[in-house]
């Protein structure tokens, strides 16, 4: 050790604002401000709405929603629980078979039918409930087409009630299971099995012992998701008509102008949905058995039996048909003309019109261009949003970042219908968090409906790229003399550039389709589009609400394909 | 250039301790490296050198400045990366004046400075390679360059060479010591092989478990390591533990448990040994000191039957069995015949090769 270690006056320097510690909170105080204002502030006024009736805090509804006497309520939440735990096993038996056999099977039509698989994800929810009683419903084509062929005086079946919204969700909601169970298929080492081979099991036990304990992440992991969703499922119940689900019992109570009963409900379900937000975050913190193996090479076995192949050849064509046929009868019914289709099985006028109106005619125009308008200003805030808490949730270390990151996963357990209760309990009143305005009745309210429901998705994409991003690649910067803004300008955002465009257009187009809080708050002159296919089918102007939806279809369709593109199919897990 | 002084640094991270009271000084254009097992904190000082951590306790100084809590972007320090941390949607020539746009240094200038440095890192024409085009020799010497180009008062390297192969890790050695004392630059290296360390280093710092053990030239490291750690971690020893059973003028006479009687130097011997009649004491003895003897019996002579004979062709190395004891040794292949295993064989321990570590 050399002598001159003499005290040395330090040198004046300037202390710049992002050098110092107290930095990382300068960043993340606006994030829990905003989940505070948007999120939590409403959600408490809703509870406060539930207990303070006529000036005075009371538990009343609360008796009244658990009394015995009056059951509704009780029933609707059974029926809600019901529903959603049939969805659950249907949608993972369909998910989970369906994942095997295209990732463990080589058999004609399996390419076309794994992407195909998908498609349920490309429908908004009031679309896809749409088309499903277009297909099957009472005065559906299927019905209707046995009907006459077998000349029945009534439809032999048809879609309807709680089978309906059972049916729906299974449909609508095993991409969920189809997709855990894929990744966790293909994360599978063949050689795990065969190593149990080898030391003397059979088939069977491979798969007990084996393959299922592997999946169970997977598999709990979607039926906690697909659970939650069933719970918050609306459109379903409301074209089905069956108004004892929870979300429904909400509308009505709304509706029959019971606001604290509303209140009552909203708080009930929301407290369902964040225990099961919690439970999963709990469980996918204690799952630990994934892939350990890299370059796994599936193998797929050829189905070689001749009657195996036409077997498989026939169930691939019945499997591709039922994917696709709720698009193609949406396209062929955005043709027929308005009001002619009434007891014959298939339309029997066809016509242009609906689309060339759709960008001629001023009133039809009118949805697209709110949406348009509505969902890009959501998207500006879900992207500024998102980014800034998916860098402090992945590069900062910070107190209370466990909260941060529940607070953010919040709004996507909370049900449409209770975000629309919440913001219409803050918002009605003017205050400090909405600058002084009453919001409700206004354009701004749907634009803070869809940023709320929505934001977690850039948050998402964005972290899960980051995530990938070496810490280094950033230290190198300002090592390299870059202050903290310019690195975050020059290689932060353009290397998570991908991830940010993928969670972007996600939103915007879920924002797009978004129906079910839009319904409770939309006012005439800001009607978006889906509320707009709402009405227009009510009215039985079936063309123009089929258009519409095409036109939703097409635009999810092109999104999906170039979010894939961006972030090498990472996207597919944000959604 | 720099100097760079650490004056009683303490780096505490929660109640893990990091790093524990490091004191040096470093020479203005002295190649310095911190060497040491992983978890040693060797990097973590070399990060807050970089201003990455701000140490718990003590100062830093670059010459005169003291710099202990200046961000990294304001600190002139040039660091090359374990994984090089290339920007990897930037172009080598972009990647390079990465450093200079920052500095909002104009057009030209940039250009003929990332000239001039990817010639010196002899780059030239893979300016518009996209990094992902780049073997890891070439991305290192991208990162290397980019470190480079700015002009750093100091060059921190971390573990630079781990992501290359054998050959290449040779070479690139080779290339980043021509490159230091072409340019006279103070350079901070860290690594955890010795052998990169002993070879390029004017001085080294070893470190374990947060603690600096030694700091000296690579000679004295490996030549008067202060205690058995040092020992061991440098190179290859044999290390024996004894009794000292006389002191006779500069000679020390130990016991081994075989009944063997070496006598070592007083003056090897680390300020730790005890060298007193009766006190047990740990020698160490470097395998390519022991020399295989013609004879069975003598001064500093053991004898054993041998355990494993490896011949690598330049070498012939021996285990040999003493007593309860195992002693490695290394001698140049003289074209003499190979023993083998259960051969018996003499080996000789020159006086001036023991080093009593304590």
């Known amino acids: 050790m050399k002598a001159d270690l003499q005290q040395v006056p330090a040198l004046a320097r300037r202390k710049s604002i992002t050098s110092s510690p107290a930095f990382v909170y300068v960043l993340v105080s606006p994030l829990f401000l905003i989940l505070l204002a948007y999120v939590i502030y409403p959600l408490f006024e809703t509870f406060i709405a539930s207990i303070n009736v006529d000036e005075q805090i009371t538990w009343k509804n609360y008796t009244r929603f658990f009394s015995l006497e009056h059951t509704a309520n009780l029933e609707a939440l059974w029926t809600s629980i019901y529903i959603s735990i049939l969805s659950v096993i249907s949608c993972g038996i369909v998910g989970v078979a369906m994942a095997f056999l295209l990732e463990r099977y080589e058999f004609p039509g399996r390419k076309i039918l794994s992407v195909l698989a998908l498609v349920p994800m490309a429908l908004p929810p009031l679309i896809g409930v749409l088309s499903f009683t277009f297909l099957y419903g009472e005065s559906g084509i299927f019905p209707r087409m046995f009907k006459e062929l077998f000349d029945l005086a009534q439809v032999p079946f048809s879609l309807k009630g709680f089978w309906g919204v059972v049916v729906v969700h299974a449909f609508t909601m095993y991409p969920y299971f189809f997709m855990t169970a894929t990744a966790a298929i293909k994360g599978l080492d063949p050689s795990l099995e065969e190593a149990a081979a080898s030391l003397g099991a059979n088939r069977f036990t491979v798969w007990r012992r084996v393959i299922l304990p592997m999946l169970t992440p997977a598999i709990v992991a979607s039926s906690l998701l697909v659970f939650m969703i069933s719970m918050a499922s609306y459109t379903a119940p409301l074209i089905f008509g069956i108004d004892r689900t929870m979300t429904m019992q909400i509308y009505l109570s709304r509706t029959n102008g019971d606001l604290d009963m509303a209140a009552t409900q909203s708080t009930i379900l929301s407290i369902v949905s964040i225990a099961f937000l919690l439970i999963m975050r709990w469980y996918q913190g204690a799952r630990n058995y994934q892939n350990l193996s890299k370059g796994v090479s599936v193998h797929r076995t050829e189905i070689k039996s001749k009657a195996g192949r036409y077997v498989t050849i026939v169930l691939s064509f019945i499997g591709t048909i039922i994917l696709m046929l709720p698009i193609l009868v949406l396209v062929l019914i955005s043709f027929s003309v308005d009001g002619t289709w009434t007891v014959q099985i298939l339309p029997p006028q066809y016509t242009m019109s609906h689309y060339i109106d759709l960008f001629t005619d001023s009133k039809t125009w009118r949805p697209i261009a709110n949406s348009l308008q509505l969902s890009a200003i959501a998207s500006i805030g879900i992207v500024l949003f998102g980014v800034a808490a998916a860098y402090s949730m992945v590069r900062l270390k910070f107190r209370g970042k466990t909260l941060l990151d529940v607070l953010i996963m919040l709004p996507w357990a909370l049900p449409g219908t209770v975000v629309a209760v919440n913001l219409i309990a803050a918002f009605s009143q003017p205050n400090v968090f909405s600058f002084g305005q009453v919001l409700i009745g206004t354009f701004w309210i749907i634009p803070l409906a869809y940023f709320v429901r929505h934001l977690p998705l850039v948050f998402r994409s964005t972290s899960a790229t980051m995530m990938q991003m070496d810490p280094s690649v950033e230290e190198a910067a300002r090592n390299l003399g870059a202050s903290w803004w310019y690195s975050f300008r020059r290689v932060v955002f353009p290397m998570a550039l991908g991830g940010i465009l993928a969670g972007t257009l996600l939103a915007f187009v879920q924002c797009i389709g978004e129906f079910v809080a839009s319904i409770l708050i939309f006012t005439p002159r800001t009607t978006p589009l889906s509320v707009a296919v709402f009405q227009r089918m009510y009215n039985f102007e079936f063309g123009t609400a089929c258009a519409y939806g095409v036109l939703q279809i097409v635009v999810i369709i092109i999104v999906l394909f170039i979010s894939r593109k961006l972030s090498g199919d990472k996207a597919g897990t944000a959604v | ?358």
């Open chain 2, 1 to 358: 250039m720099s100097s760079v002084t650490l004056d009683h640094v303490y780096k505490r991270f929660g109640n893990a301790k990091g790093v524990e009271d490091v004191h040096i000084h470093i020479e203005s254009g002295e190649f310095f490296t911190f060497l040491g097992p992983s978890g040693c904190g060797k990097t973590t000082t070399l990060r807050m050198i970089a201003g990455f951590y701000f140490p718990t306790e003590g100062q830093i100084r670059f010459g005169s400045q003291e710099v202990t809590a200046v961000p990294p972007h304001k600190r002139n320090t040039g660091m090359v990366f374990q994984n090089y941390a290339l920007f990897p949607h930037m172009t080598v020539f972009e990647n390079i004046a990465f450093g200079l746009q920052v500095r909002k240094i104009n057009k030209t200038d940039t250009k003929e400075r990332v000239e001039r440095i990817m010639k010196l890192v002899r780059l030239t024409g893979y300016g518009d390679r996209r990094i992902d085009q780049l073997s890891g020799g070439q991305q290192q010497r991208v990162a290397l360059a980019r470190a480079l180009v700015i002009e750093p008062q100091i060059l921190l390297l971390d573990e630079p060479l781990s992501n290359l192969d054998a050959k290449l890790r040779e070479e690139t050695r080779f290339e980043i010591k021509r490159l230091q004392l072409e340019l006279g630059i103070t350079t901070i290296y860290v690594t955890h092989d010795q052998a990169e360390a002993m070879s390029m280093s004017d001085r080294i710092m070893v470190m374990q478990s947060g603690e600096v053990q030694q700091v000296g030239t690579p000679h004295e490291i490996y030549h008067f390591p202060v205690n058995r750690f040092v020992a061991s971690f440098i190179g290859e020893t044999n290390l024996w533990e004894g009794t000292v059973v006389g002191i006779e003028g500069e000679e020390v006479k130990v016991r081994l448990a075989s009944g063997h009687v070496l006598s070592g130097l007083k003056q090897n011997a680390s300020p730790r040994a005890r060298l007193e009649a009766g006190e047990t004491i740990t020698m160490s003895i470097r395998p390519e000191s022991v020399q295989e003897s013609t004879v069975a019996e003598g001064v500093n002579i053991v004898s054993g039957s041998v355990e494993m004979s490896e011949f690598t062709g330049a070498c012939v190395n021996y285990t040999t069995k003493v007593g309860q004891e195992q002693l490695r040794s290394m001698s140049i292949n003289l074209g003499r015949p190979v023993k083998q295993r259960g051969d018996s064989i003499g080996l000789h321990i020159p006086k001036e090769s023991i080093y009593f570590a304590g």
